[in-house]
């Protein structure tokens, strides 16, 4: 994968199907290392997922890919713009062409359902009232909560605000839908609809699907192709069929969730007995 | 040594803090004018800080009156000269406890509001989302309230004066009995113009240093439910001291 993308000319930026590209990118947090030599290609049209054991920087990749913050070295292309290159105000021309779905789904809090969805548009757009009704409708009906219209964000469950959230990232039809762990703490019958939104959203409007998680299962329907991250590097890439018969150690254990491998159960400690003598 | 080491660790850590702040000042400055050109926004937030703040300012407002009622009226019927209690209460109120009580109220009320809704948004991902929908929460969240806390803030300032005049009335007219045209007639002669002007100005510089306390605190809040708490402490705590530095500045100049 990485001789993949290293081999690539550098000029023209991107090939015409990959609308992200992520180039040997090194990031730290406090001189701990997260990525060191990080390269991957999000297809145009397709869901990508992007998996990896806990604390593997799967967040960390997003806010790369969205801005939020700038890589030590490398560079992460955007439609072949440079992300980490761009002022503000050209950061924010980007971003209305993106679409992030949160964890907790973040909606605004003070603000009906209605109104959250309406907030993007109301916020880049001077439509009329009639025709942001019409829109804000539409998106929620999509999601299966046009009924729910009128609740504030306290009186959703955890699946319903998700759902609201991604009616939001809707909202203004970006050519890239990211999602950040959506399917954390849902019962089956949310994760259910989830997987299903996200496929229809995916390939009825022809939008490009990021998704990092780590629910094997889920991903194993859902994406087109998937990338395992670990020890700061792409551990593999491929198909899901493709992943589950790699020879490498730390995928076999992630894809099969076994306890015992290169990720080990005990956090790094002193010798036990010695420490227990020790007080 | 240890000592110099810590005092020089805490001075470098004030620098920090207070260029942070006026960088963020000038953030939330730059901004301004594009909050007022969406003006339901700050309306709504002078709603926030200012109309639900009235009552405990009218409320303490009385009573720190009504207070200094008693306190002038028994020290100036020492000297015989109860009539100037109309003057003495209202150079009181207008020039130093209506602004800096209104400040403390209001560090307290509508500060505290500020920095923990703030900080809460910071803590739900709220604000991030805001940026991955390429809104600047400076333009969106920050300066529309700044707005509203100093616009907010002269109001109830000059409501909390009226009110601290009548309250001083109550106690000196109605209950001790001081001539009621020499109490107004005093007041009007001697408070001019300018000592107004300072209760008001005063007024605004607090309403200024108080919401952006509040709103900085807030927004650079570490996103946990401890430093939510943290930052809503530090808003009362520092917005109060810096009030009361800047009252005993404020009167210098203007003295």
Same mark, same amino acid.
């Given at each position: 994968?990485?001789?993949?993308?290293?081999?690539?000319?550098?000029?023209?930026?991107?090939?015409?199907?990959?609308?992200?590209?992520?180039?040997?990118?090194?990031?730290?947090?406090g001189g701990r290392p997260i990525f060191s030599g990080l390269n991957l290609q999000i297809q145009r049209?397709?869901?990508?997922?992007?998996?990896?054991?806990? #604390?593997?920087?799967?967040?960390?990749?997003?806010?790369?890919?969205?801005?939020?913050?700038?890589?030590?070295? #490398?560079?992460?292309?955007?439609?072949?713009?440079?992300?980490?290159?761009?002022?503000?105000?050209?950061?924010?021309?980007?971003?209305?062409?993106?679409?992030?779905?949160?964890?907790?789904?973040?909606?605004?809090?003070?603000?009906?359902?209605?109104?959250?969805?309406?907030?993007?548009?109301?916020?880049?757009?001077?439509?009329?009232?009639?025709?942001?009704?019409?829109?804000?409708?539409?998106?929620?009906?999509?999601?299966?909560?046009?009924?729910?219209?009128?609740?504030?964000?306290?009186?959703?469950?955890?699946?319903?605000?998700? $759902?609201?959230?991604?009616? $939001? *990232?809707?909202?203004?039809?970006?050519?890239?839908?990211?999602?950040?762990?959506?399917?954390?703490?849902?019962?089956?019958?949310?994760?259910?609809?989830?997987?299903?939104?996200?496929?229809?959203?995916?390939?009825?409007?022809?939008?490009?699907?990021?998704?990092?998680?780590?629910?094997?299962?889920?991903?194993?329907?859902? *994406?087109?192709?998937?990338?395992?991250?670990?020890?700061?590097?792409?551990?593999?890439?491929?198909?899901?069929?493709?992943?589950?018969?790699?020879?490498?150690?730390?995928?076999?254990?992630?894809?099969?969730?076994?306890?015992?491998?290169?990720? *080990?159960?005990?956090?790094?400690?002193?010798?036990?007995?010695?420490?227990?003598?020790?007080? | 040594?240890?000592?110099?080491?810590?005092?020089?660790?805490?001075?470098?850590?004030?620098?920090?803090?207070?260029?942070?702040?006026?960088?963020?000042?000038?953030?939330?400055?730059?901004?301004?004018?594009?909050?007022?050109?969406?003006?339901?926004?700050?309306?709504?937030?002078?709603?926030?800080?200012?109309?639900?703040?009235?009552?405990?300012?009218?409320?303490?407002?009385?009573?720190?009156?009504?207070?200094?009622?008693?306190?002038?009226?028994?020290?100036?019927?020492?000297?015989?000269?109860?009539?100037?209690?109309?003057?003495?209460?209202?150079?009181?109120? +207008?020039?130093?406890?209506?602004?800096?009580?209104?400040?403390?109220?209001?560090?307290?009320?509508?500060?505290?509001?500020?920095?923990?809704?703030?900080?809460?948004?910071?803590?739900?991902?709220?604000?991030?989302?805001?940026?991955?929908? %390429?809104?600047?929460?400076?333009?969106?969240?920050? %300066?529309?309230?700044?707005?509203?806390?100093?616009?907010?803030?002269?109001?109830?300032?000059?409501?909390?004066?009226?009110?601290?005049?009548?309250? +001083?009335?109550?106690?000196?007219?109605?209950?001790?009995?001081?001539?009621?045209?020499?109490?107004?007639?005093?007041?009007?002669?001697?408070?001019?113009?300018?000592?107004?002007?300072?209760?008001?100005?005063?007024?605004?510089?607090?309403? +200024?240093?108080?919401?952006?306390?509040?709103?900085?605190?807030?927004?650079?809040?570490?996103?946990?439910?401890?430093?939510?708490?943290?930052?809503?402490?530090?808003?009362?705590?520092?917005?109060?001291?810096?009030?009361?530095?800047?009252?005993?500045?404020?009167?210098?100049?203007?003295?």
């Amino acid at each position: 994968m990485s001789s993949n993308a290293t081999s690539r000319k550098p000029e023209p930026q991107t090939a015409q199907d990959s609308i992200v590209e992520v180039r040997d990118v090194h990031y730290s947090i406090g001189g701990r290392p997260i990525f060191s030599g990080l390269n991957l290609q999000i297809q145009r049209g397709r869901i990508t997922a992007i998996m990896g054991p806990s #604390g593997t920087g799967k967040t960390t990749l997003l806010r790369l890919m969205t801005g939020q913050i700038r890589p030590d070295s #490398g560079q992460v292309l955007f439609d072949g713009i440079d992300v980490s290159n761009l002022s503000t105000r050209d950061l924010y021309a980007l971003r209305r062409r993106m679409g992030m779905l949160f964890q907790n789904g973040a909606l605004l809090t003070d603000e009906d359902v209605f109104e959250n969805v309406a907030f993007p548009l109301r916020e880049h757009t001077d439509l009329p009232e009639a025709l942001i009704r019409n829109i804000v409708l539409t998106k929620l009906q999509s999601v299966g909560l046009r009924g729910a219209a009128r609740l504030m964000p306290a009186e959703l469950s955890g699946g319903m605000a998700r $759902r609201v959230a991604l009616a $939001r *990232a809707m909202a203004t039809d970006p050519e890239v839908l990211i999602y950040d762990e959506p399917f954390t703490g849902l019962d089956p019958i949310s994760m259910g609809m989830i997987v299903r939104l996200v496929r229809q959203m995916n390939y009825a409007l022809g939008i490009t699907s990021i998704v990092v998680s780590h629910d094997v299962e889920e991903l194993s329907i859902l *994406a087109d192709s998937s990338y395992i991250i670990a020890g700061g590097k792409v551990a593999a890439s491929g198909s899901f069929v493709e992943l589950k018969d790699h020879d490498s150690e730390i995928v076999h254990q992630f894809i099969n969730g076994l306890a015992d491998g290169p990720v *080990a159960f005990h956090y790094p400690a002193p010798d036990y007995y010695e420490d227990l003598l020790a007080g | 040594m240890h000592f110099l080491r810590e005092l020089w660790d805490n001075v470098r850590e004030f620098v920090t803090t207070v260029g942070s702040v006026a960088l963020f000042f000038g953030r939330v400055l730059a901004q301004l004018p594009r909050a007022f050109l969406r003006p339901s926004l700050v309306v709504e937030q002078v709603h926030n800080t200012g109309a639900l703040s009235l009552v405990i300012i009218m409320t303490c407002g009385l009573f720190v009156g009504m207070v200094l009622g008693l306190t002038g009226y028994d020290l100036l019927q020492r000297f015989g000269s109860e009539e100037a209690l109309g003057t003495a209460g209202a150079l009181a109120v +207008v020039k130093e406890l209506g602004p800096v009580v209104t400040a403390l109220l209001f560090a307290g009320r509508a500060g505290t509001a500020l920095a923990s809704e703030i900080g809460l948004m910071r803590a739900t991902d709220q604000l991030t989302a805001m940026e991955m929908m %390429a809104v600047d929460p400076m333009r969106r969240v920050i %300066a529309p309230r700044f707005a509203g806390g100093i616009i907010a803030m002269p109001l109830l300032t000059v409501i909390f004066i009226a009110i601290g005049i009548f309250g +001083v009335q109550l106690v000196g007219v109605q209950q001790f009995k001081v001539d009621a045209a020499s109490f107004w007639s005093q007041m009007r002669s001697s408070v001019g113009l300018d000592d107004i002007m300072e209760g008001v100005i005063k007024g605004c510089v607090f309403g +200024v240093a108080c919401s952006l306390i509040a709103v900085y605190e807030g927004y650079n809040a570490t996103p946990t439910a401890e430093g939510v708490g943290r930052a809503t402490t530090r808003t009362v705590v520092i917005s109060a001291v810096l009030t009361l530095i800047l009252d005993y500045i404020l009167t210098a100049i203007m003295l």
